[in-house]
């Protein structure tokens, strides 16, 4: 995907182009959302109106550097629902009856505690990476969530090589992990046996 000539084509009013920015970030807007939003409902709504946004945006020109759309559909999500957060908190515990939960869906300390167990063990697998690309790569991509131009020209990255880069970095990171799956079965969903040959 060229950012440059997508949002062209998008600000052109080219339809077949803002269904090429859906396909290229949707999926992870959509993982974005659900993280932070922790509602799938909530997340669905906000996917469909960060890309109405979004394109509603393009269109206007309000992008002027398009090497930064990446950053420009994030900054949208979070934006919708830092906004979506606000408006709940306005209304009160009891404006809405059908907005009132019945049970505690804040993460209790169990699922608090584990979360902590997992980020520590990303961390610890990325750090016995040997290549310092690699560990740059994943670590800036999935837990800084930073912008791919940014990352490409700080790590002299092509931004025609960056998803092969990535690819190649994350098959490296699941091996690391597979090496000893006992040690790391909380990323590996509890599988902890080795594979029979």
Request: contains cysteine; aromatic residues 6%.
């Amino acid at each position: 995907m060229n950012p440059a000539s997508l949002v062209r084509r998008i600000e052109a009013g080219d339809p077949k182009a803002e269904e090429e920015l859906v396909q290229a970030m949707g999926r992870g807007t959509a993982l974005l959302l659900r993280r932070l939003a922790g509602d799938a409902e909530l997340a669905q709504d906000l996917y469909q109106d960060t890309f109405r946004t979004v394109i509603v945006g393009l269109r206007k020109g309000q992008l002027k550097d398009p090497d930064k759309l990446a950053a420009f559909v994030r900054g949208t999500a979070k934006n919708l629902l830092r906004s979506e957060w606000r408006k709940r908190d306005r209304r009160g515990p009891h404006d809405d009856i059908d907005d009132v939960p019945l049970a505690d869906t804040a993460p209790g300390q169990w699922d608090q505690a584990r979360r902590a167990e997992d980020r520590r063990h990303v961390r610890r697998v990325l750090e016995e990476m040997p290549s310092e690309r690699d560990r740059q790569v994943l670590y800036r991509h999935y837990l800084k969530e930073e912008d791919k131009g940014e990352i490409c020209s700080q790590l002299d990255i092509g931004t025609g090589q960056f998803n092969l880069v990535l690819f190649r970095a994350r098959q490296r990171f699941r091996r690391l992990i597979e090496k000893e799956p006992r040690r790391f079965e909380v990323l590996t969903g509890g599988r902890s046996e080795s594979k029979k040959s």
